[in-house]
């Protein structure tokens, strides 16, 4: 198994910025293809960005391309996502998950195995 732990969010007002991570303990970080997704309330989870095994691919929903860039480290076996000019649209739950196959269904949430317990955004405008 894989333990994720989110931290960083917080109450910022539009145009600001976040840093949020993500960290695993359990089996080895590297194996995984590691994503954010978001769920805003009333609202489905939905998907935000991934990165592949070493960093090297990542891929972003449309609405963050530019002010949302996604990061791993796999030495100290942390994720992260640098959300910058934040909208209050951006408001929600973030959550990382961890699967072993990057495919056509990256961007679902079944596609992943494991997952953190979420970390609050709020973003006022």
């Known amino acids: 198994q894989v333990q994720l732990v989110e931290s960083g969010g917080g109450l910022v007002q539009a145009g600001s910025s976040l840093r949020l991570s993500c960290t695993a303990s359990?089996?080895?970080?590297?194996?995984?293809?590691m994503g954010w997704f978001r769920q805003a309330p009333g609202k489905e989870r939905e998907f935000v960005a991934v990165?592949?095994?070493?960093?090297?691919?990542?891929y972003y929903t449309d609405s963050v391309k530019g002010r949302f860039t996604i990061a791993r480290d796999n030495a100290k076996n942390t994720l992260s996502l640098q959300m910058n000019s934040l909208k209050p649209e951006d408001t929600a739950v973030y959550y990382c998950?961890?699967?072993?196959?990057?495919?056509?269904?990256?961007?679902?949430?079944?596609?992943?195995?494991?997952w953190g317990q979420g970390t609050q955004v709020t973003v006022s405008s």
């Open positions: 998950g961890a699967g072993t196959t990057w495919d056509g269904n990256i961007r679902k949430i079944s596609a992943y195995d494991y």
């Open positions: 359990g089996r080895t970080f590297r194996n995984y293809v």
């Open positions: 990165i592949g095994w070493n960093g090297g691919s990542t």
